[in-house]
């Protein structure tokens, strides 16, 4: 019985918590839509989607797998003078 009621707790903060967020994002939401339409549109395309089975919370990123086009491995550039996709200082400035 005091299981059930904890766990009755925690879920019913959750679920207050959740219902607090769903708010708050719904009062965002408008004030985006009367400042910038398009933004608003641009947003709720590109909600980030969680991979199946996680928890939807962070985790730090991985490592790229090895001989991955990210490893760092030595890779074939198809532009000429890439230089390992590294900018050496001074090559790209800006002017005002």
């Known amino acids: ?47 980030p989607r969680f991979p199946p089975g996680s928890t ?8 790229p797998a090895p001989g991955s086009a990210y490893s760092g491995a030595a890779q074939p550039h198809s532009s000429p003078g890439a230089s390992g996709g590294q900018y050496s200082s001074g090559t790209r400035a800006f002017r005002s």
């Not at 904890?6 to 219902?19: D, E, G, H, K």
């Not at 933004?39 to 709720?44: F, G, H, I, R, T």
């Not at 939807?56 to 490592?63: D, K, L, N, R, V």
Request: glycine content about 2%.
């Open 56 to 63: 939807g919370m962070y985790s730090p990123p991985q490592p």
């Open 1 to 47: 019985e005091v299981v059930r009621a904890q766990v009755s707790y925690r879920y019913n903060v959750v679920r207050a918590r959740m219902q607090l967020l769903q708010s708050r994002l719904a009062d965002i939401n408008a004030m985006v839509k009367v400042k910038n339409p398009s933004l608003l549109l641009q947003l709720q395309r590109t909600v």
